[in-house]
């Protein structure tokens, strides 16, 4: 009887309401968050012009921390001999980098304040829908503290430069000078950091998740810079539609199309690809090796391959399947750090 009446009396108990949409208009949501927007000027040496040895980036960025721990893009602050940062008020503070992470572009600043400042809400990327109402907040061409507007247009966008991070897809406009700056929902809390426009199509911008953001914030603080595993290799998932498409042997797992000079994969004697075939407008460097598990677990997707080899750490041993010649075999190599690559904060 106790048991029923147990059941009974969860019966009654009300049911927590749904979260309700944030309704605040944008005008409160602006005057909320504008003061925690910042623009930043980059002096840059540039030595490979002669007649112009200094260049101005400008760029937007996020106040995080009342201390003055500014977020913005790797690519605005990379490589600068000064750094100035705007405030909301006008007051002009000079700033140092505090770390870097040219993986998902992202750099962490330190103002030269002496009180505290304003700081944002960082929410959860993770809870995004596509159809959710967004603002972007920067300067972009440097017009200081510009809201635009859109919606979330998709989710987990893979792009090129930056394989290993889905992305945040926006139509609310983001142009030069926005980048490092805030994508912001109608609650006022930051969702993403601006980071990137397609210039082959119009209102299509793109933003770092704030989760992964947040997940790097400790180690940049710490080191200066975030430690990840590295095995060498850059490549895709096989699928059916690929294997249906062309005459080699292929095994569901994860494409090797570039193996680099020197990394545990190469010096294990990982091969890349070098067939380029071109797949319903997708790019395919075929006839490299292909992953099949990763320390005795198998392959079946992209995150499935990421997540095992984030999961690694430098200097441990691990064994590959690989896939070659319609055979697999296993190779063992050891893990490195990830180094800085060419292709990182690339134009």
């Known amino acids: 009887m106790r048991a029923i009446a147990g059941l009974a009396l ?24 504008s003061p925690t927007v910042v623009s930043i000027q980059a002096t840059k040496i540039n030595k490979a012009r002669p007649q112009r040895r200094f260049e101005t980036v400008v760029g937007s960025g996020v106040i995080v921390e009342r201390d003055g721990q500014v977020v913005s893009n790797a690519h605005v602050v990379d490589g ?78 893979l792009l090129p430069g930056l394989p290993e991070q889905p992305m945040i897809q926006t139509d609310a406009a983001i142009n030069p000078g926005n980048s490092g700056g805030p994508l912001v929902t109608r609650c006022g809390v930051v969702v993403g950091i601006n980071t990137f426009i397609s210039e082959e199509a119009q209102s299509i911008g793109f933003a770092v998740p704030i989760n992964a953001v947040k997940a790097v914030l400790r180690e940049l603080r710490e ?20 294997a249906g498409l062309v005459r080699m ?83 063992t190599l050891t893990v490195v750090e990830r180094p800085r690559l060419p292709s990182d904060l690339a134009e």
């Open 10 to 33: 969860v019966a009654l108990l009300p049911r927590p309401a749904p979260a309700q949409p944030c309704t605040d208009p944008l005008t409160t949501v602006f005057e909320r968050l």
């Open 80 to 157: 600068a001999a000064s750094l100035t940062v705007t405030l909301d008020s006008g007051t002009r503070l000079p700033a140092r980098v505090v770390g870097i992470d040219p993986v998902l572009d992202v750099a962490l600043l330190r103002l030269d304040t002496r009180g505290p400042l304003s700081a944002a809400r960082l929410g959860d990327s993770a809870a995004v829908r596509v159809g959710e109402e967004v603002v972007a907040i920067g300067s972009p061409i440097g017009l200081e503290q510009t809201m635009t507007r859109g919606i979330v247009s998709g989710l987990n966008r």
């Open 223 to 242: 080191h200066g810079r975030v430690v990840r595993p590295w095995l060498g290799i850059q490549g895709r998932m096989v699928d059916a539609r690929l």
């Open 249 to 331: 042997p292929l095994t569901p797992g994860y494409l090797a199309e570039i193996v680099y000079d020197g990394s545990p994969a190469d010096r294990a004697g990982i091969q890349g690809g070098a067939v380029s075939i071109i797949v319903q407008g997708e790019e395919y460097l075929l006839g490299g090796d292909i992953i099949t598990a990763v320390a005795g677990h198998p392959v079946r997707s992209q995150e499935d391959y990421l997540t095992r080899v984030n999961a690694l750490k430098p200097g441990q041993r691990v064994r590959l399947g690989v896939f070659r010649d319609g055979h697999t075999r296993e190779v």
